[in-house]
């Protein structure tokens, strides 16, 4: 007997295949010969040189895919050195601490210009020594993970951190929101445990983290104070949604259970009355 394999195996074949290629750590997998010319031949270079390279694959960049070139231009397939950073492709010199905003802000455009606009900014533009988005997110070279304020806003680094006068209050209410925003997901993931719609709750919390993290980039009092007061309402009321989403999700187990109940006892009934009726 030959066994046939179920037409749909195939199909979970490719959709096991896609799965794991989406897998976070799928990165990883990819094969070393189809990295960029940078990273094969920058690993094989000195020191200071070669060190951008591990500390790079440890970061969030390349976690999304943002490769040497993302940053630094250039072309990735060029073998030459001399080719592969030529000013033709693109390649950009290390930027100065005064074009570190533009440089960074090709992707980070909202971050940047909010920095432009903010403390640093404006004190950058005057020719003041500020910290700059590297100062802050490159203490650890190219290893930029995400970001936990308590590693950024300390005592070693903060006396560059111009405009972030009082770092521990600054650093406080930066706790304060992550706790918010900690309790928010917790109570949206509660609700969609329970079978409840909460796309529109976690795209709330996100677009609630995204401008709050615009408000911290200025660096002030002045907007910071405000942005805090809008960031706790706006959490609050993704939170209370998703307390009430639970709450409709209890209620309708509840009134399940108790249709499924009235249904078990009509069953029972109708049983009992055609066993008296024989
Ligand atoms: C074949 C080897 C080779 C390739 C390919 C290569 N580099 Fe380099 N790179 C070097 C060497 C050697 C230096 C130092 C001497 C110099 O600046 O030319 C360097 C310097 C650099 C610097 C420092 C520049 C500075 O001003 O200090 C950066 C940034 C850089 N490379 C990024 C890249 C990127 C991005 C790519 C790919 C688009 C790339 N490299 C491709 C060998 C290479
Ligand atoms: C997120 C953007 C970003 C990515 C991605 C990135 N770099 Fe850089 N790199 C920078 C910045 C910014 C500097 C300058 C740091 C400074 O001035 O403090 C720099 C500096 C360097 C330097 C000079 C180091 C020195 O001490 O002079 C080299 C070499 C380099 N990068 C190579 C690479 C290579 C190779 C990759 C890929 C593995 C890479 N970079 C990926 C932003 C990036
Ligand atoms: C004075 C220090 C400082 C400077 C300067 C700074 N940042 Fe940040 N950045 C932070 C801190 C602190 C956080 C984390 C806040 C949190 O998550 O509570 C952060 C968070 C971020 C994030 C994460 C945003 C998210 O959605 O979670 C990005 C991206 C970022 N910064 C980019 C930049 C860029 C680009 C620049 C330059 C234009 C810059 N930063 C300048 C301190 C700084
Ligand atoms: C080519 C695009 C690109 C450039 C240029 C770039 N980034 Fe990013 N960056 C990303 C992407 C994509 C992510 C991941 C998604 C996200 O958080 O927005 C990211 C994430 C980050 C984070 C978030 C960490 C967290 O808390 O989640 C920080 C901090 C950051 N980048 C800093 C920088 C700094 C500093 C520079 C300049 C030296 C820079 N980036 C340049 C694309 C870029």
Redesign the pocket.
């Known amino acids: 007997m030959t066994r046939r394999l179920h037409p749909l195996w195939g199909l979970q074949l490719v959709w096991a295949l896609l799965l794991a290629a989406a897998a976070p750590g799928a990165a990883q997998l990819l094969d070393p010969e189809a990295e960029s010319t940078?990273?094969t031949c920058?690993e094989q270079e000195e020191e200071?040189?070669a060190v951008?390279?591990p500390e790079?694959r440890e970061s969030v960049?390349a976690l999304h895919e943002?490769?040497?070139d993302?940053?630094?231009g250039g072309d990735p397939r060029e073998q030459d050195a001399d080719l592969s950073m030529s000013e033709e492709a693109g390649f950009l010199d290390?930027?100065s601490w005064t074009e570190?905003t533009d440089?960074?802000g090709v992707c980070h455009e909202g971050i940047a210009e909010s920095y432009r606009l903010g403390y640093l900014g404006r004190n950058l533009r005057e020719g003041v020594r500020v910290a700059t988005c590297?100062t802050c997110h490159?203490a650890d070279g190219?290893r930029?993970v995400e970001s936990r304020p308590e590693e950024i806003l300390t005592a070693e680094r903060c006396p560059h951190c111009l405009g972030v006068d009082d770092p521990q209050s600054e650093l406080a209410r930066l706790h304060e929101v992550r706790a918010l925003e900690l309790a928010t997901a917790a109570q949206v993931r509660a609700a969609g445990d329970k079978g409840m719609d909460v796309m529109g709750l976690d795209a709330g919390r996100r677009a609630a983290h995204a401008s709050w993290m615009l408000s911290v980039h200025r660096f002030h009092d002045e907007f910071i104070e405000p942005a805090l007061r809008v960031a706790r309402a706006e959490l609050a009321e993704v939170r209370s949604t998703a307390i009430e989403y639970e709450r409709r999700a209890d209620e309708r187990r509840r009134y399940g259970a108790v249709v499924l109940g009235a249904l078990g006892m009509l069953l029972v009934s109708l049983v009992l009355m055609r066993r008296a009726s024989k």
Do not use: F, K
Request: aromatic residues 8%.
């Open positions: 940078c990273i920058h200071e040189l951008p390279v790079w960049h943002v490769s040497c993302g940053c630094h290390n930027p570190m440089y960074c590297a490159m190219h930029i």
